[in-house]
């Protein structure tokens, strides 16, 4: 029997990588290739032809404010396949300042307001300043002890407001079909590997192919041992 | 009152050296401190040399001040500069204070320079006073508080004016925007297509990948590291061009290079020590020193590297390699040059904190070090410490590094007895310097240990 393969797209890899995204694309390549796949992984920018049909799973990671702007003025001539693919239940990550461009508009300290792609109805507002923090969200859909608590850095210049799908319980991180967007920055993917599994399992799942789990592997370790710490004192 | 402030100044700064002990290492920062307090203005009211020279960006600024200052000291010029290591506000207020006459206000220096703090330039002098600033680079540096390189570049840029003679280093593109931006003058150097370039980029931080200008994507025909080479943009006039000081020939085996055709050396086999040398070269010949004077403080004179002391462990060399978390490029360096060694190798990493300014510990910057480098026969054994180990075991696991090879070590205290034990080949600890302080400090008792036995 000739075995499916999983299409990822990582978007714009060479503008929205701020800090460690690439981990992210990384996760992906192993966590799928222990399920005896091999993954077909497309490195796309300004310049390609960006199919919203052809890919399972479409990743565009963090990045500076004038990449952010950039990338913007590209995926606006997408802006109707983009719409149409979240609706169709294809599968996003979002993650950093990426989200603010799904959303209607970014309005700047500056006053100016650049209009987004209105997949979703909210709206990113620069705050006069910068949020840094590290961030432990609860994620209901998971297991307390498997993957419950998502970890992660968060860097951006925008707050989000009315988000109606929100996820974590927080306006900045959104769920909505199979797209998901959220704050942090870096190798969330890697940082969170329950929160991995279970993207994966709904991918899997769709496809008609089984996703097992297993969390023996070094990536469960680190994120259990990270979360004594900050239970502690981090 | 200007003179009361450099009594007041100096006074403490005696009193700090009496009683550093009980104040901790404030003994350079508390008496700028207290001045600016009382007047930040006051470093507008004194009379400075001919040349006051500013050296900041994201890695390099320290070893580019110590090698200039070496050639001034060289030419016989008295100069002023921070060979403390304190390059923030408070801590050049104490410098230049404590150097200034009380009478006559005049700071008694030829040259004053100054490793500056990329954040912390703006407001300290009153326009005019800095003639020239050096930035060796503009790159990923401590998250948390420079964001990324785009917001440190445009942070330096609001901090000067146009009469700030602006020295770059024209490979790293960011740096080059100043070519937009600033009127005043610009001095660029850079290094040439030498046997250490890469035509892919050697890293994963790929920062600055389009023009500024026209937005299209830049091309380059070489990496140094990260997002420094020589690159030009395929639609617009934008490139890296060709700096008035070049730097070709590199050659780290027999530790030279070539400056402008000349044959100088380097007092460390590691790439970055070109880049330092020929900042310190530019900024001598910008201020005038006489050419034999630098040539000799180069090439005769040339001044011993801290950083090649060795240590040995059971006749096994021990390099210390400092290695600034938060700071790919910092990493790349240590990774590229284990590489280069010969024979086995044995490899520490690790640390207790990401950073010992703020307490968040974010490990993205993991994901851009080139850990894969590390993938090389000759390593025998990788000793991971501190309490982020996992992380960084993870990441050496997606680096493909056998795991056979990892050693993670629960008690750090039993560091060199595990890799007295379990490992093989010549040591090179790849840490930040606390770490390193902490390395040193276990190796003398492992050490003594022994010589009582």
Known sequence: ?234 | MTTIYIFLCKTLTIACHIFGKLIGKQGTVFPGRVINHFNSRVLYKLKYPKYVIGVTGSSGKGSTVNMAAHIFKEAGLKVVWNNSGSNVRNGLTTLILNNTNMFTKKVKADVVLLEMDERYIDGLFKSGTLTHLLITNVTRDQPARNIHPEVIFEKIMSSIDDKVTLIINADDPILNRVKFLHKGQIICYGISKNKYSFTDTPSYAVDAAYCPKCHAKLKYTIYHYGHLGIYSCPKCDFERGKPKYEATDLDLNNGTFKINKEKYKLNKNVFFAAYYTLAAYVIAMEAGVKKDAIDRAINIDTPVSKRMKEYTLDGRTIEMLESKNENSLSYLQSLNYIKNQMGKKTVIMGFENVSRRYKFNDLSWLWDVNFELLNDENIDKIFLIGRFKYDVATRLFYANIPSDKLVLVDNLSDVWNMVKKDSQGNIYTMVCFDMTAVLKKLLKEVQDENKDN
């Open chain 1, 1 to 234: 029997m000739k075995i499916k393969t999983i299409k990822i797209a990582h978007l714009y890899y060479d503008l929205m990588n701020l800090y460690g995204e690439t981990g992210n694309i990384k996760a992906l390549k192993i966590f799928i290739e222990r399920q005896g796949i091999e993954p077909e992984i497309h490195f796309l920018t300004i310049g390609d032809d960006i199919d919203f049909k052809a890919y399972d799973f479409y990743y565009i990671g963090a990045g500076s404010e004038n990449n952010q702007k950039l990338v913007l003025d590209d995926l606006m001539k997408y802006k109707n396949d983009i719409k149409a693919a979240i609706e169709d239940g294809k599968m996003f990550l979002a993650t950093g300042n990426t989200m603010d461009l799904f959303g209607k508009k970014i309005k700047l300290k500056n006053g100016e307001v650049i209009p987004c792609l209105e997949v979703f109805d909210y709206q990113a507002v620069e705050q006069e300043k910068r949020l840094v923090s590290e961030i432990r969200y609860k994620f209901d859909d998971l297991l307390e002890g498997k993957g419950r608590d998502i970890l992660g850095f968060k860097n951006c210049s925008c707050n989000i407001l009315h988000n109606k799908y929100r996820m974590f319980g927080f306006p900045n991180n959104i769920k909505y079909n199979n797209f998901y967007g959220m704050d942090f920055v870096g190798p969330v993917l890697i940082r969170n590997p329950y929160f991995t599994d279970m993207l994966l399992k709904i991918l899997f799942e769709s496809k008609k192919l089984k996703y097992k789990e297993d969390d023996s592997s070094i990536e469960y370790k680190a994120y259990h041992e990270y979360l004594k710490m900050f239970n502690t004192d981090i």
